[in-house]
């Protein structure tokens, strides 16, 4: 079965500056690649994903990632992060007639 | 159009107890995904529903099970409550099966305490 690792368990960043959150997948075919995140007290909510084509996906909240496949990667970014920002982020992978498998997740807080 | 509900939303249980829990998926779709979540282990893959069967199943023991009604509400069990079960279990519903759609649409969870 596929399955991810998020290396990051917890990340601290400045409101203002760039955002980098790690992803690597383990599957021996083409993925489908996601990014969730989850608020305090609210659910989970799909940022962007990836089925195939362009390797730079567009998201919402300004959130992009990029498809690796040399490296199995599927790194979440954002150029500037805002106070709003500050949640749980899910990397998840997915296959054709398969289930969808998630990360630890990444805790980002963002300082004033 | 309403989301996905999950009943209750909080509960309280003893060791070796059961509890049943419930998911109404978004309406019309016909898939429905448990999952648990709790810190540090992120969302374990607990099982996949797809028109009132079992598709896809995660490394639980057997003392988690669910089903999946006519009209794709979906419950899970777990028997003999262990105090490791305590935890957010999420149900997630899709149109189709999840690894076809890549979209899951989640509900706020049950928070399981088990004392």
């Known amino acids: 079965a596929q399955s991810v690792t998020q290396p990051d368990i917890h990340i601290t960043v400045s409101e203002g500056a760039s955002l980098e959150l790690r992803c690597n997948y383990s599957?021996?075919?083409?993925?489908?690649l996601f990014w969730y995140v989850q608020s305090p007290g609210q659910g989970l909510q799909l940022l962007l994903k990836?089925?195939?084509?362009?390797?730079l996906v567009q998201g919402i909240k300004g959130f992009e990632a990029e498809f690796k496949r040399s490296q199995s990667s599927f790194n979440l970014r954002k150029p500037s992060v805002h106070w709003s920002d500050a949640a749980e982020y899910f990397c998840?992978?997915?296959?054709?007639?398969?289930?969808?498998?998630f990360g630890a997740g990444t805790r980002l807080t963002v300082k004033p | 159009k309403a989301g996905v509900t999950q009943t209750p939303r909080y509960l309280i249980k003893t060791r070796g107890q059961q509890v049943t829990l419930s998911c109404s998926p978004i309406s019309g779709h016909r898939s429905v995904s448990w999952y648990q979540q709790t810190p540090g282990q992120g969302l374990q893959f607990l099982f996949e529903?797809?028109?009132?069967?079992?598709?896809n199943k995660g490394n639980f023991p057997g003392r988690f099970s669910g089903r999946q009604f006519s009209n794709s509400r979906s419950e899970m069990n777990v028997s003999t409550l262990e105090l490791g079960d305590s935890a957010l279990y999420l149900c997630?519903?899709?149109?189709?099966?999840?690894?076809?759609?890549?979209?899951?649409?989640f509900g706020e969870g049950s928070r399981l305490t088990v004392l």
């Open positions: 998840a992978v997915g296959a054709w007639n398969n289930d969808m498998r």
């Open positions: 990836y089925f195939s084509g362009d390797t």
């Open positions: 529903y797809f028109s009132e069967t079992q598709r």
């Open positions: 599957y021996g075919a083409t993925p489908y």
């Open positions: 997630a519903s899709s149109l189709e099966l999840a690894g076809v759609t890549g979209e899951l649409f």
